[in-house]
């Protein structure tokens, strides 16, 4: 199916590696321009490689004047602006209770998940705006409607930046600004295994996706051929969401 992506543009944050590299790589195959986010020169450097004509921006979605810098930055460099994917994202502590958790790592976690989002879609807004019919994708997490043991700052992040995607789709629906967010479970990255060790991915008893399969429902959000959704949260989590704990 031609998504009609051909000719567009789109920032993505996130974008050295895992999901928001896949993302960026899927999309300029679709032909998009694409402006690549991310704290990571090196990687970034490597991931342009693989995107005709992409835009380099090195910033840390936390800091208010990096990022406002780096979308003007991106804008001026693409001539316009029609999508923007937030993919940056981190997991903080894993494995600890509420009360070995320090202010500091929660700050840290909802700093990047849920401020970093609100601080580069409030920057790229007059270009989304000027576009005409723009599309945001947001990567939030299965952990924002189901719980792990030890995970709490995550799962709180994840359930604030989907929320805040809805409401941000009522806010800019007049403006002809889609917002969507893809949620899913297990996804075989270097976050991942950096929290769950490589053994964890060897044999694994729960099925795990691939950045690449994340990435197409976002390349799907951001193509015109979704413009009838809005405000909506793709689970990609293989139906587990759907069952019971009851055992009977």
Known sequence: MDLRLDGTT????????GIGR?????????????????RDGAALAEVA???????????????????????????DALGALDAVVCCAGVSGPMGSPIDEISLAEWNAVFAVNVTGAFLVVSSALPALRAAGAASVVLIASDSAFVASEGMVPYCASKAALVQFGRALSV????DGIRVNMVAPSIVDTPMSRGDLGDEAFAAPSFPVQTADEVASHAVYLVSPRSRAINGTTIVSDFGYSARSGFPA
Do not use: M
Not at 22 to 38: I, K, N, P, S, Y
């Open 22 to 38: 896949a993302t960026a790589l899927a999309l300029a195959a679709e032909g998009v321009r694409v402006a690549l986010l991310d």
């Open 10 to 17: 789109a920032l993505i944050t996130g974008a050295a590696s």
């Open 49 to 75: 490689g693989g995107c005709a004509d992409a835009v380099v921006l090195v910033a840390d979605v936390t800091d208010e004047i990096q990022v406002a810098a780096a979308v003007d930055k991106a804008v």
């Open 171 to 174: 806010d800019l629906a007049d």
